[in-house]
């Protein structure tokens, strides 16, 4: 079977044409001060000696019909807050309310009926799914969990859903082995969809696949959105994939985020300087623009440990506008023009929130010099 074959979407239940939700829709899932702290355990006695801020304060909104993508640097903390509003892991602090209801402590038996709404694609297509099992036995555990016969009898709604994937329903008793990389994350999608959830976390759903495989899957989670209603939070570090599927999108620096803002406002005029460096980097594949001045801003020094962050603001360390504020004051998430948040002291294409702070730091002054021999380098080619 083809990973091409041409996708037609049978209508679910309960499904809705649309994508209309906006920034007048209502609020699905709610996130405030989230943190995951993971200890770091030393000696005999199992002493914890430290811990691991994998997500240290995080505040978002996702709205009934719409997509928030998530980027930003690999651990960054973002496939920890998709597990985390999934209730795959437990919050250290903070609140994750869904449809108004905070589910952020509920027991293993209260999170039974909301599995039904949330659901969770997973990054790697090859060890998402047991070996062991066929594709019918795999798509058709959530029915077994849940308790729940599909009207026309399981093995029949699981044909289905493999067809609304773009798989061939005569497939139901082949094993994953014999699937490629694209149809195993069919397969995944195709159980994610089984109880018609709410809410889909897709965490990095293309990056372990083909380049050619790529845009045929993110097409298919488009389709399935327009088609059933679906909410998605899609995370991934390939911005182009991002700009692509989403309406808003967070970008995520050493647990924290950055800056979220939509999607249109986000890539014409990124507000925070780590915004702007991740753009940067994103390939234009146009052979006219071979020649053009490139902005390509290159960081100085690795992403920080999450054990011992920097005080501050975390992105001080590898900014080229960092003061002295930047180093001791914590920029809060604000907004500063209407539906863009930026947690920064020196924004870009906007006026300084600490404006009375100007002397750069060292480490600022060396990053800012590397950025003008690197734009020197590029007009010179």
Same mark, same amino acid.
């Given at each position: 079977?083809?990973?091409?074959?041409?996708?037609?979407?049978?209508?679910?239940?309960?499904?809705?044409?649309?994508?209309?939700?906006?920034?007048?829709?209502?609020?699905?899932?709610?996130? @405030?001060?989230?943190?995951?702290?993971?200890?770091?355990?030393?000696?005999?006695?199992?002493?914890?000696?430290?811990?691991?801020?994998?997500?240290?304060?995080?505040?978002?909104?996702?709205?009934?019909?719409?997509?928030?993508?998530?980027?930003?640097?690999?651990?960054?903390?973002?496939? @920890?807050?998709?597990?985390?509003?999934?209730?795959?892991?437990?919050?250290?602090?903070?609140?994750?309310?869904?449809?108004?209801?905070?589910?952020?402590?509920?027991?293993?038996?209260?999170?039974?009926?909301?599995?039904?709404?949330?659901?969770?694609?997973?990054?790697?297509?090859?060890?998402?799914?047991?070996?062991?099992?066929?594709?019918? @036995?795999?798509?058709?555990?959530?029915?077994?969990?849940?308790?729940?016969?599909?009207?026309?009898?399981?093995?029949?709604?699981?044909?289905?859903?493999?067809?609304?994937?773009?798989?061939?329903?005569?497939?139901?008793?082949?094993?994953?082995?014999?699937?490629?990389?694209?149809?195993?994350?069919?397969?995944?999608?195709?159980?994610?969809?089984?109880?018609?959830?709410?809410?889909?976390?897709?965490?990095?759903?293309?990056?372990?696949?083909?380049?050619?495989?790529?845009?045929?899957?993110?097409?298919?989670?488009?389709?399935?959105?327009?088609?059933?209603?679906?909410?998605?939070?899609?995370?991934?570090?390939?911005?182009?994939?991002?700009?692509?599927?989403?309406?808003?999108?967070?970008?995520?620096?050493?647990?924290?985020?950055?800056?979220?803002?939509?999607?249109?406002?986000?890539?014409?005029?990124?507000?925070?300087?780590?915004?702007?460096?991740?753009?940067?980097?994103?390939?234009?594949?146009?052979?006219?623009?071979?020649?053009?001045?490139?902005?390509?801003?290159?960081?100085?020094?690795?992403?920080?440990?999450?054990?011992?962050?920097?005080?501050?603001?975390?992105?001080?360390?590898?900014?080229?506008?960092? @003061?002295?504020?930047?180093?001791?004051?914590?920029?809060?998430?604000?907004?500063?023009?209407?539906?863009?948040?930026?947690?920064?002291?020196?924004?870009?294409?906007?006026?300084?929130?600490?404006?009375?702070?100007?002397?750069?730091?060292?480490?600022?002054?060396?990053?800012?010099?590397?950025?003008?021999?690197?734009?020197?380098?590029?007009?010179?080619?």
């Amino acid at each position: 079977m083809s990973d091409e074959k041409a996708v037609s979407i049978p209508q679910q239940s309960g499904g809705t044409q649309a994508k209309d939700a906006g920034a007048d829709g209502e609020i699905l899932l709610k996130v @405030t001060g989230l943190q995951k702290h993971f200890p770091i355990r030393k000696g005999l006695l199992q002493r914890q000696t430290g811990a691991v801020r994998a997500v240290d304060g995080i505040d978002f909104e996702v709205r009934k019909g719409e997509t928030l993508g998530v980027v930003g640097e690999s651990g960054c903390g973002k496939s @920890t807050m998709g597990r985390l509003i999934t209730r795959l892991l437990e919050p250290t602090a903070g609140t994750v309310e869904f449809e108004g209801r905070d589910i952020t402590h509920l027991s293993t038996g209260a999170l039974r009926p909301m599995r039904r709404d949330v659901q969770m694609i997973f990054q790697d297509p090859y060890s998402s799914l047991n070996p062991r099992h066929t594709i019918g @036995t795999i798509v058709s555990a959530p029915f077994r969990l849940q308790g729940v016969t599909p009207e026309g009898g399981v093995k029949k709604e699981v044909q289905r859903l493999l067809s609304v994937v773009g798989l061939n329903p005569e497939h139901y008793n082949r094993y994953p082995h014999e699937f490629s990389g694209g149809q195993r994350q069919r397969i995944g999608i195709a159980r994610a969809l089984a109880l018609n959830p709410k809410l889909v976390v897709a965490d990095e759903p293309v990056s372990a696949l083909d380049v050619s495989i790529q845009a045929q899957v993110v097409n298919l989670l488009d389709d399935l959105q327009e088609e059933l209603g679906l909410t998605y939070v899609i995370i991934a570090h390939d911005l182009s994939v991002v700009r692509h599927v989403s309406d808003r999108i967070a970008v995520m620096y050493l647990g924290k985020i950055v800056e979220l803002a939509d999607r249109n406002a986000l890539y014409k005029a990124p507000m925070h300087p780590y915004t702007k460096a991740l753009l940067s980097a994103v390939p234009i594949p146009d052979p006219k623009r071979r020649k053009v001045k490139s902005e390509r801003i290159l960081l100085k020094g690795d992403v920080p440990s999450p054990i011992s962050p920097p005080s501050g603001c975390r992105f001080h360390t590898r900014c080229w506008k960092a @003061t002295q504020i930047c180093r001791t004051t914590e920029p809060p998430l604000l907004e500063l023009r209407p539906g863009q948040r930026v947690a920064c002291h020196h924004p870009e294409n906007s006026e300084d929130q600490a404006p009375q702070d100007t002397e750069l730091l060292t480490e600022a002054r060396q990053a800012a010099a590397e950025l003008g021999k690197s734009s020197d380098t590029s007009s010179d080619k």
